[in-house]
C-alpha cells in the first residue's frame, strides 16, 4: 500500500490498538473490475462499483468510469486516493490544454498526460488506469496505462483485480467489428463473471457509451446481469 | 504535484507538518517493543460517525467517546465540527488531526468565501480536505464526513485518511461505522421526514455506542437545512450509568474491635485547598 513505509524489517507500521478494527487502518482500494472496447465510431466502456477498505465494503455503489473531457473518460483502479487525484490532475491540465487550443483535446493526449503522471511518479502511487474516447482524428480509442506507466492503444482492454478471471473469455469471445449494442452485451457478459468469481469486485455493473454524437450512461443492478448456465 | 516528502534536504522548513520522522519513529517502536517498553499512542476517538441526506437538507450524527488505547479520555467530547454557517463536519481517527484539519478548513474556507463574494460550497471543502489529505500521504489520521447545503443543493461526503472521497446520499465512520451502516442499510429511505430521519441517524448512532467498545456516552446531532443549523448537543443518552440495585454499607460495629492505640502526630498545617472532582 502507498500509506504503509517501507523500511527493511519493520513491521507494518499500524496502531496494535483491539478498538480499531484492521479493515479501518487500511487504505481505500477500488478492488475492481474495469473495462473498454473500441467499435466503429466510439467505445464502450464498462466498470463494477465496489470500494473496499480492506474487508469492508467502503462505497457499493462507486462510479469508477469518471469523466475528463466531454469525450474523454478514464476507468480507475488500484488505490482510490491516488486515482482520484490522477484523475482531478489530469481533468485540470486536459481542460486548460483544450482551451488553449481552442479545439476538443485527443483521446491519445489524455492518455499521455495520464501516463507521464503514473510513470513520473510509479514508486509512490498504485493506480490501473484505462483511458478510453472519441475524438475527431482517430474516432474511437482505448489506451491502457497499468501500474508502472506503460502506455499501449489497444482495441480491447480490461484492468483490475478481476480482469485476470476474464482474459480467457475476452481473448476467445472478442471480434474486431462489433456493433455498438454487440458491444455492449461482451462488456456486461465479462463484467458479470469477474463480479461473480472476484471478491474484490461486485455491486453494480456501470457502462457508458461515448461517440461523436454524445454519452450514454447505463447500470445495470446485480439480479438484471445475464445470467451464466451455473 | 506530489514529492517524496522524505527527499528534500535542500529545501528549508516552511512551517507546517513535518514527517520526516516516521520512517525512524517506526524503528525506534520496533526496538522498544523488543524491550517491553511502547511509544505512547496517540489519541484515537474510536468513534461511530453518520450522516444521511433527508427531505430538507442533511443530518450529521456522532457519539462523544474519545480514548486514549482502552481507558476513555474524553466521556462527552464534540466530534461534529463547524466548517462554515452552512457546513459541518464529522471527524474520526486521531482526535488532533481531525480537530486540527477541519479548524485549518474552517478558516481557508471563510478567506476562500471572502475572496470569492460567495457562500461556501460543500464541494470546496471536500476539495481542500482531499488534497490536503492526499498531500500527507495518509499520515494525517482523519476520516472525516463533510455536509451541508449551499446554493447547488445538498450534499454529503466522506473522506478516507489518504485522501479519496465518496458521494453517498448515507454513509457512517470509524470503528463503529459496521454497526450503524447496518441500521441505514435496514431503514434509509430517500427523502424521509425531519423526525424520522432524526430517529434514524439516532439509531445509528445508538448501534455503534452499543455494539462498539471505541464509542460510547452520548448521541450529538446537526441537523443543516437551507433556513439554518440546529445543532442538538447530547441529543440523546442511551448510555446511563447504572443505578445501584440496594445498600452495601455494613453498620459501624459490624466488625469487632480488639485494641485500639491512638498516636498523636504532631504536624503543622500549613495550607488546605479543596478540589471537587466531577464525578456525573
Same mark, same amino acid.
Given at each position: 500500500?502507498?500509506?504503509?513505509?517501507?523500511?527493511?524489517?519493520?513491521? $507494518?507500521? +499500524?496502531?496494535?490498538?483491539?478498538?480499531?478494527?484492521?479493515?479501518?487502518? @487500511?487504505?481505500? +482500494?477500488?478492488?475492481?473490475?474495469?473495462?473498454?472496447?473500441?467499435?466503429?465510431?466510439?467505445?464502450?466502456?464498462?466498470?463494477?462499483?465496489?470500494?473496499?477498505?480492506?474487508?469492508?465494503?467502503?462505497?457499493?455503489?462507486?462510479?469508477?468510469?469518471?469523466?475528463? $473531457?466531454?469525450?474523454?473518460?478514464?476507468?480507475?483502479?488500484?488505490?482510490?486516493?491516488?486515482?482520484?487525484?490522477?484523475?482531478?490532475?489530469?481533468?485540470? @491540465?486536459?481542460?486548460? $490544454?483544450?482551451?488553449?487550443?481552442?479545439?476538443?483535446?485527443?483521446?491519445?493526449?489524455?492518455?499521455?498526460?495520464?501516463?507521464?503522471?503514473?510513470?513520473?511518479?510509479?514508486?509512490?502511487?498504485?493506480?490501473?488506469?484505462?483511458?478510453?474516447?472519441?475524438?475527431?482524428?482517430?474516432?474511437?480509442?482505448?489506451?491502457?496505462?497499468?501500474?508502472?506507466?506503460?502506455?499501449?492503444?489497444?482495441?480491447? +482492454?480490461?484492468?483490475?483485480?478481476?480482469?485476470?478471471?476474464?482474459?480467457?473469455?475476452?481473448? +476467445?469471445?472478442?471480434?474486431?467489428?462489433?456493433?455498438?449494442?454487440?458491444?455492449?452485451?461482451?462488456?456486461?457478459?465479462?463484467?458479470?463473471?469477474?463480479?461473480?468469481?472476484?471478491?474484490?469486485?461486485?455491486?453494480?455493473?456501470?457502462?457508458?457509451?461515448?461517440?461523436?454524437?454524445?454519452?450514454?450512461?447505463?447500470?445495470?443492478?446485480?439480479?438484471?446481469?445475464?445470467?451464466?448456465?451455473? | 504535484?506530489?514529492?517524496?516528502?522524505?527527499?528534500?534536504?535542500?529545501?528549508?522548513?516552511?512551517?507546517?507538518?513535518?514527517?520526516?520522522? &516516521?520512517?525512524?519513529?517506526?524503528?525506534?517502536?520496533?526496538?522498544?517493543?523488543?524491550?517491553?517498553? &511502547?511509544?505512547?499512542? =496517540?489519541?484515537?476517538?474510536?468513534? %461511530?460517525? =453518520?450522516?444521511?441526506?433527508?427531505?430538507?437538507?442533511?443530518?450529521?450524527?456522532?457519539?462523544?467517546? *474519545?480514548?486514549?488505547?482502552?481507558?476513555?479520555?474524553?466521556?462527552?467530547?464534540?466530534?461534529?465540527?463547524?466548517?462554515?454557517?452552512?457546513?459541518?463536519?464529522?471527524?474520526?481517527?486521531?482526535?488532533?488531526?481531525?480537530?486540527?484539519?477541519?479548524? /485549518?478548513?474552517?478558516?481557508?474556507?471563510?478567506?476562500? &468565501?471572502?475572496?470569492?463574494?460567495?457562500?461556501?460550497?460543500?464541494?470546496?471543502?471536500?476539495?481542500?480536505?482531499?488534497?490536503?489529505?492526499?498531500?500527507?500521504?495518509?499520515?494525517?489520521?482523519?476520516?472525516?464526513?463533510?455536509?451541508?447545503?449551499?446554493? %447547488?443543493?445538498?450534499?454529503?461526503?466522506?473522506?478516507?485518511?489518504?485522501?479519496?472521497?465518496?458521494?453517498?446520499?448515507?454513509? %457512517?465512520?470509524?470503528?463503529?461505522?459496521?454497526? *450503524?451502516?447496518?441500521?441505514?442499510?435496514?431503514?434509509?429511505?430517500?427523502? /424521509?421526514?425531519?423526525?424520522?430521519?432524526?430517529?434514524?441517524?439516532?439509531?445509528?448512532?445508538?448501534?455503534?455506542?452499543?455494539?462498539?467498545?471505541?464509542?460510547?456516552?452520548?448521541?450529538?446531532?446537526?441537523?443543516?437545512?437551507?433556513?439554518?443549523?440546529?445543532?442538538?448537543?447530547?441529543?440523546?443518552?442511551?448510555?446511563?450509568?447504572?443505578?445501584?440495585?440496594?445498600?452495601?454499607?455494613?453498620?459501624?460495629?459490624?466488625?469487632?474491635?480488639?485494641?485500639?492505640?491512638?498516636?498523636?502526630? &504532631?504536624?503543622?498545617?500549613?495550607?488546605?485547598?479543596?478540589?471537587?472532582?466531577?464525578?456525573?
Amino acid at each position: 500500500m502507498a500509506a504503509s513505509v517501507a523500511v527493511a524489517g519493520a513491521q $507494518h507500521l +499500524s496502531s496494535v490498538s483491539d478498538l480499531v478494527p484492521d479493515w479501518a487502518r @487500511q487504505e481505500v +482500494s477500488t478492488g475492481t473490475t474495469i473495462m473498454a472496447v473500441e467499435f466503429d465510431g466510439g467505445v464502450v466502456i464498462g466498470a463494477d462499483s465496489r470500494t473496499t477498505t480492506g474487508a469492508y465494503i467502503a462505497n457499493r455503489v462507486t462510479d469508477k468510469l469518471t469523466p475528463i $473531457h466531454d469525450r474523454i473518460f478514464c476507468c480507475r483502479s488500484g488505490s482510490a486516493a491516488d486515482t482520484q487525484a490522477i484523475a482531478d490532475a489530469v481533468t485540470y @491540465q486536459l481542460g486548460f $490544454h483544450s482551451i488553449e487550443l481552442d479545439e476538443p483535446p485527443l483521446v491519445r493526449t489524455a492518455a499521455n498526460l495520464f501516463k507521464e503522471m503514473c510513470y513520473r511518479y510509479r514508486e509512490e502511487l498504485m493506480a490501473g488506469i484505462i483511458v478510453a474516447g472519441w475524438d475527431k482524428r482517430r474516432g474511437g480509442q482505448v489506451y491502457t496505462v497499468p501500474m508502472g506507466g506503460m502506455l499501449v492503444r489497444q482495441p480491447v +482492454s480490461v484492468g483490475g483485480s478481476g480482469s485476470s478471471y476474464v482474459y480467457g473469455f475476452v481473448d +476467445s469471445n472478442y471480434r474486431s467489428g462489433m456493433s455498438k449494442e454487440e458491444c455492449l452485451r461482451f462488456v456486461a457478459e465479462a463484467l458479470t463473471l469477474a463480479m461473480e468469481r472476484d471478491g474484490s469486485s461486485g455491486g453494480v455493473a456501470r457502462l457508458a457509451v461515448i461517440t461523436e454524437e454524445g454519452l450514454e450512461r447505463r447500470v445495470i443492478l446485480g439480479n438484471e446481469l445475464p445470467k451464466s448456465t451455473i | 504535484i506530489m514529492m517524496n516528502i522524505d527527499q528534500r534536504p535542500c529545501e528549508s522548513q516552511r512551517g507546517g507538518f513535518s514527517f520526516e520522522n &516516521s520512517r525512524r519513529n517506526a524503528m525506534l517502536e520496533e526496538n522498544l517493543s523488543k524491550l517491553g517498553y &511502547s511509544a505512547p499512542k =496517540a489519541r484515537k476517538t474510536g468513534t %461511530t460517525i =453518520a450522516g444521511i441526506m433527508y427531505k430538507d437538507g442533511v443530518i450529521l450524527g456522532a457519539d462523544t467517546r *474519545a480514548t486514549d488505547d482502552m481507558v476513555v479520555a474524553d466521556k462527552n467530547c464534540m466530534k461534529i465540527h463547524y466548517i462554515a454557517p452552512n457546513i459541518y463536519c464529522c471527524g474520526a481517527g486521531v482526535a488532533a488531526d481531525a480537530e486540527i484539519t477541519t479548524q /485549518m478548513m474552517a478558516s481557508n474556507v471563510e478567506l476562500h &468565501s471572502l475572496s470569492t463574494g460567495r457562500p461556501p460550497m460543500v464541494v470546496t471543502v471536500t476539495r481542500q480536505l482531499k488534497q490536503l489529505l492526499f498531500r500527507y500521504q495518509g499520515h494525517i489520521g482523519s476520516s472525516l464526513i463533510v455536509g451541508g447545503v449551499d446554493a %447547488t443543493g445538498t450534499h454529503l461526503y466522506s473522506i478516507y485518511p489518504h485522501g479519496s472521497t465518496d458521494k453517498l446520499p448515507y454513509l %457512517t465512520m470509524g470503528s463503529g461505522a459496521a454497526a *450503524a451502516m447496518s441500521v441505514f442499510e435496514d431503514r434509509y429511505k430517500p427523502n /424521509m421526514e425531519l423526525k424520522e430521519a432524526k430517529t434514524l441517524v439516532r439509531d445509528a448512532i445508538a448501534a455503534g455506542i452499543f455494539c462498539d467498545l471505541g464509542s460510547g456516552s452520548n448521541v450529538d446531532l446537526c441537523v443543516i437545512t437551507k433556513a439554518g443549523v440546529e445543532y442538538l448537543r447530547g441529543y440523546d443518552q442511551p448510555a446511563q450509568k447504572g443505578r445501584k440495585q440496594g445498600e452495601y454499607k455494613y453498620k459501624p460495629g459490624t466488625t469487632a474491635v480488639l485494641t485500639k492505640t491512638v498516636t498523636p502526630l &504532631s504536624l503543622d498545617l500549613v495550607e488546605e485547598a479543596v478540589h471537587l472532582m466531577d464525578t456525573k
